[in-house]
């Protein structure tokens, strides 16, 4: 950790920046990057009117905890130099933020089974894990490049109104966590479920599923296993020992 984070920011600031520094790496270490496209956006606990944003043109695998700017969720975004907050990155987090005071990072990812999966005239299945995880959990949305428009934003809110998951048609995912922790997990449950389900259409042959009934009583039964960490908790430390063992400057 630099000395310039250890001695400008609270505790709780240098947990989140490091925390969302490390998520930015397991985007590079799943595959889920696109360049330096997508975007792991949080905010710390003890200061919700302002959000952490990495530089535009950074590779997730560049970003470091000190160099994430901090920026008002509340502000005139525009876009900057390349040295400077990625406005994408900022106007989408800013409107879910606003509207759901109870999520703290919101996280856009392009994976390739996220981006084939979009793209397919289905909804996601409780045909796996991860599927039965998210049954009933997620929000489709059409594709818009007008990610800066109020149309655009206003309908990704509505979709996060009740849900913390989103296929974006044609584009990939959008992930809204009560920590950086939350939705990590979220997002690796479900690149695994849209990967799973588009292996099984591959083969051709008839897909077995659970009932309706079954599938809304599994997925109740998960989220209410405390037990099994669901927040991500559990999985989290193992995965920081892993980045530090291959390159702990995430956390500078």
Request: some cysteine; charged content about 25%; glycine content about 6%.
């Amino acid at each position: 950790m630099s000395e310039t984070m250890t001695h400008s920011h609270s505790a709780e600031e240098r947990r989140t920046r490091i925390e969302t520094a490390a998520l930015y790496r397991l985007v590079e270490y799943f595959r889920w990057s696109d360049l330096t496209d997508g975007y792991v956006v949080s905010r710390p606990t003890d200061d919700p009117d302002h959000m952490l944003v990495y530089s535009h043109g950074e590779r997730p695998a560049e970003v470091r905890a000190s160099r994430l700017h901090k920026v008002r969720v509340d502000g005139a975004f525009r876009q900057g130099a390349l040295d400077e907050p990625e406005l994408a990155s900022l106007v989408t987090p800013a409107h879910i933020f606003r509207a759901r005071p109870d999520l703290n990072c919101v996280m856009h990812f392009h994976s390739k089974a996220t981006i084939v999966f979009s793209s397919l005239d289905c909804e996601l299945l409780p045909v796996s894990q991860g599927g039965v995880m998210l049954h009933g959990k997620i929000s489709y949305d059409q594709f818009n490049e007008d990610v800066w428009g109020e149309e655009c934003n206003n309908a990704i809110v509505e979709g996060f109104r009740d849900n913390q998951v989103m296929l974006m048609r044609n584009h990939g995912a959008l992930v809204g966590g009560r920590t950086v922790l939350q939705a990590f997990r979220l997002a690796y449950y479900l690149d695994q479920a849209c990967a799973v389900q588009i292996e099984m259409m591959q083969t051709g042959q008839e897909i077995i599923a659970p009932s309706a009934e079954y599938a809304r009583e599994a997925q109740v039964g998960y989220w209410a296993n405390h037990g099994v960490s669901y927040d991500g908790t559990r999985d989290w430390p193992s995965l920081m020992r892993m980045l530090d063992a291959i390159d702990p400057n995430y956390r500078a």
